[in-house]
């Protein structure tokens, strides 16, 4: 039997049934920006990027105490192709996981998951409350304010950006610009 390629509308779907939450899925459509807008400037996959980024939490609201590994054994029970759930487990890679991010995908969104809650409530601290008009240097102001977004892990994302080999300012910059793509739809257009 052969394993059907996911959809952004079969990620969709499957993420509304075990989310109701409009803050996780604003989070998840911003992460799947991000991982578009990656995907697109290294030349790789932006569908399958993309929907791996959309998918990632997918039981983070229902199992918050089982993240990661709910979500794998949804995904299998979906027949979703191993590559798929290998990436979303890798994001949760030291916290969730034991699943090591290997490839230049699963090292992404490793490094973009907490980056993206780190420039969303640095946008919202601003007067235009947007991505559109903010820069990486917005977001390093706030860097080392341990109260401030103290929920995201700053040591998960340089452990990022040390995989990716790119600086912290030019990883903070491309995530702004992916996320900006998606500005109106995850509430930072201002």
């Given at each position: ?11 969709m ?132 304010d ?18 990716l ?26």
């Amino acid at each position: 039997m052969t394993t059907p390629v996911p959809t952004r509308e079969m990620a969709m779907e499957l993420f509304k049934k075990y989310n109701k939450s409009e803050s996780l899925l604003k989070h998840a459509l911003a992460v799947e920006s991000v991982m578009r807008f990656m995907a697109k400037k290294s030349g790789e996959d932006e569908e399958k990027w993309g929907i791996i980024g959309l998918i990632h939490d997918l039981d983070y609201e229902m199992y918050p105490e089982q993240h990661c590994i709910m979500t794998e054994k949804i995904l299998r029970e979906n027949l979703w192709p191993e590559e798929y759930i290998r990436a979303v487990m890798s994001h949760g890679w030291g916290l969730a996981t034991e699943t090591e991010p290997l490839s230049l995908l699963e090292k992404t969104i490793y490094a973009v998951d907490e980056l993206t809650g780190l420039v969303a409530t640095s946008a919202l601290v601003r007067p235009s409350k947007s991505v559109l008009d903010m820069e990486a240097r917005s977001v390093k102001k706030k860097w080392n304010d341990k109260k401030f977004a103290a929920g995201v892990d700053r040591s998960v994302i340089e452990k990022g950006a040390q995989m990716l080999g790119v600086s912290l300012d030019d990883l903070i910059t491309d995530c702004i610009m992916g996320m900006r793509t998606a500005a109106a739809e995850i509430g930072l257009g201002g």
